[in-house]
């Protein structure tokens, strides 16, 4: 069992940068495939990126790629969000997962989420 705490959201102005962080609060992550989704008020969840067990390799949204990183050191999941832009304020959920995947069925667990606002 595996459970997960997001931290770093908060409100934040167009152009700023956040980094989320996530970690395990019961059990490991260390070999887990770590995700990160996001869902915006009045819509469904949607992928953001991924990073494998050994942080050799990631996937990214489209929307996504070149302004956010995910990183993980140990038993941590980092999400740094670069030119913050009003679309991306969402709940930003981390998950684990056994599968490296973008789909979402794929991960068995998942945090709370963390409120991430970003103001024009």
């Known amino acids: 069992q595996v459970q997960l705490v997001e931290s770093g959201g908060r409100l934040v102005q167009a152009g700023g940068s956040l980094r989320l962080s996530c970690a395990a609060s019961?059990?490991?992550?260390?070999?887990?495939?770590m995700g990160w989704f996001r869902q915006a008020p009045g819509k469904e969840r949607e992928f953001v990126a991924t990073?494998?067990?050994?942080?050799?390799s990631t996937l990214y949204a489209d929307f996504a790629k070149d302004r956010f990183a995910i990183s993980r050191d140990n038993d941590k999941v980092y999400l740094q969000m670069n030119r913050l832009r009003v679309e991306d304020t969402a709940v930003y959920y981390c998950?684990?997962?056994?599968?490296?995947?973008?789909?979402?069925?794929?991960?068995?667990?998942w945090g709370q989420g963390t409120q991430v606002t970003v103001s024009s």
């Open positions: 998950a684990a997962s056994g599968t490296y995947s973008a789909v979402s069925r794929w991960y068995d667990y």
């Open positions: 019961e059990g490991t992550i260390i070999t887990y495939t």
């Open positions: 990073i494998n067990w050994s942080g050799g």
